[in-house]
């Protein structure tokens, strides 16, 4: 958070409250992870929907000062993330840029250009790897044949040390779900 504040402005996950009041639009039922920046300087610019997930690490930037210098203006442009659409860690969404709804973002993506309703993306710059309804049918199929974890197995749910070994265990050639 200290980082961030002295880079010119940009605060981190505690001053959403603030950054609301300021005009940053955002829905119900967001989860914001921690290390997420949000543009402060422009973030009335922001428009996050409904039961977006935003992952650890991401920066939301509405603005683009690599013309200050030169031209005396900064470059500006709204963001929109639609509902239902989860942006992976890391990832960097740059101004002018609207994402869907349904939509999933890649880890260490950079996001570029719009994108369309129910697309995987990924990559720098960000492309469509799949649509969203092809990726969760994939791994929808995955848990009928790989392990599936109930909260019992989760920090929540308290899992025990003996839980943990046998999580590993199950996990050694291949990935697992966890409610
Ligand atoms: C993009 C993503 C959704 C794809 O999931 P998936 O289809 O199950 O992933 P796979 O491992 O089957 O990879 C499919 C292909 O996409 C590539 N790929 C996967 N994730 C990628 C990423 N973040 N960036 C670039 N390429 C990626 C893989 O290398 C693979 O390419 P290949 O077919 O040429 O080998 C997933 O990898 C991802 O990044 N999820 C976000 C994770 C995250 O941010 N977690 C934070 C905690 S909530």
């Given at each position: 958070m200290f980082r961030a504040r002295i880079?010119?402005?940009?605060?981190?996950?505690?001053?959403?409250?603030?950054?609301?009041?300021?005009?940053?639009?955002?829905?119900?039922?967001?989860?914001?992870?921690?290390?997420?920046?949000?543009?402060?300087?422009?973030?009335?610019?922001?428009?996050?929907?409904?039961?977006v997930t935003i992952a650890p690490g991401v920066h939301i930037i509405a603005h683009d000062a690599s013309t200050k210098y030169h031209l005396g203006y900064t470059k500006i442009g709204r963001i929109s993330i639609g509902d239902n659409t989860f942006i992976g860690a890391r990832s960097v969404?740059?101004?002018?840029?609207?994402?869907?709804?349904?939509?999933?973002?890649?880890?260490?993506?950079?996001?570029?250009?719009?994108?369309?309703?129910?697309?995987?993306?990924?990559?720098?710059p960000a492309s469509v790897v799949t649509t969203t309804t092809n990726y969760m049918n994939r791994h929808r199929k995955a848990m009928k044949k790989r392990p599936v974890f109930d909260t019992t197995w989760t920090l929540h749910g308290k899992i025990s040390d003996k839980k943990k070994h046998e999580m590993k265990r199950m996990l050694r050639d291949g990935i697992g779900f966890i409610e």
């Amino acid at each position: 958070m200290f980082r961030a504040r002295i880079i010119g402005g940009m605060f981190d996950v505690e001053d959403i409250r603030r950054l609301k009041k300021r005009g940053l639009v955002m829905g119900r039922n967001v989860k914001i992870m921690s290390g997420v920046v949000i543009d402060s300087s422009h973030c009335w610019l922001i428009d996050i929907g409904n039961n977006v997930t935003i992952a650890p690490g991401v920066h939301i930037i509405a603005h683009d000062a690599s013309t200050k210098y030169h031209l005396g203006y900064t470059k500006i442009g709204r963001i929109s993330i639609g509902d239902n659409t989860f942006i992976g860690a890391r990832s960097v969404i740059l101004p002018n840029v609207r994402i869907g709804r349904n939509v999933v973002v890649g880890a260490g993506s950079v996001v570029t250009r719009n994108i369309p309703d129910g697309m995987v993306v990924a990559g720098n710059p960000a492309s469509v790897v799949t649509t969203t309804t092809n990726y969760m049918n994939r791994h929808r199929k995955a848990m009928k044949k790989r392990p599936v974890f109930d909260t019992t197995w989760t920090l929540h749910g308290k899992i025990s040390d003996k839980k943990k070994h046998e999580m590993k265990r199950m996990l050694r050639d291949g990935i697992g779900f966890i409610e």
